[in-house]
């Protein structure tokens, strides 16, 4: 399985444990993850709000490079940047009059032949016996919820490959991996993305709404695919707790890193001891 893979700008950064946890996952699955050469920014989260040619041109420029590596299918972990190239895709391949002038605009001819997939569509369609015969040490008694965001899977005409309210990819991979994954009532709810950096009173008030919901869940963890989800949901607990007087300890891993872990990978490939939450109670149930 060869994808052109999208790493995004957050894969070095507050993304890295992401990135790392992808790659040996991958690894571990035969999946060939081939970077985009001279990738570029694919403007989330704020492009769209400037110039919708803008918005379109600069996943665009992405997708035209990565159709000249000569692969069907583009794939990447952040859920913004699958937002993007899945529009700009959807876009390209269904405006003759977009297409002309983004593919002037970027330089590029983008024929419109790729597929786009979230790393979440790409990892949950692997051969389920493929899945199963690489746990090697469960993740048996951890109860985790699922936390999709607003991107992941809406609108289902440009993602369509999950129930937009009601999402399972991840949590039948956390269930293939020997955890419990949890029935809640915030799995696309919005975080606040990058209103965390910009208006943190309100991204505030949404991380809060989700914490809450977890914490009413029971469950031990939540489970992301995003690097702005996680950024939210994990740095800003203590943002919640100062401005809400709240106490919230629920550690935030990346799907990949609880599926790396139950393949038996080690956890600082994985990035687990990283983290601004304290990773380690959680992680000490399941050995």
Known sequence: MRYAYFPGCSSHGTGKEYESSTQAVAKKLGMELVEIPDWSCCGATAAHGKSHLLNVALPARNLAIAEDMGLDTLTTGCAACYQQLANANKEMT??????????????????GTLKVKSLVEAIGTVDQELLKSNIVKPLSGLRVAAYYGCLLVRPPQITGFDDPENPMFMDNMMKLAGAEALDWAHKTECCGASL??????????????ILKGVIASGADCVVVACPFCHLNLDWHQ???NKQLGTSYEMPVFYFTELLGLAMGINQDELGLKTHFTDTQKILSKVG
């Not at 269904?94 to 024929?111: A, D």
């Open 94 to 111: 269904e405006n003759k009059e977009i297409k002309e002038k983004i593919n002037k605009i970027t330089g590029k001819e983008y024929k």
């Open 196 to 209: 965390g950096v910009s208006n943190l009173g309100i991204a505030v008030k949404l991380i809060n709404k």
């Open 238 to 240: 203590k943002s919640v």
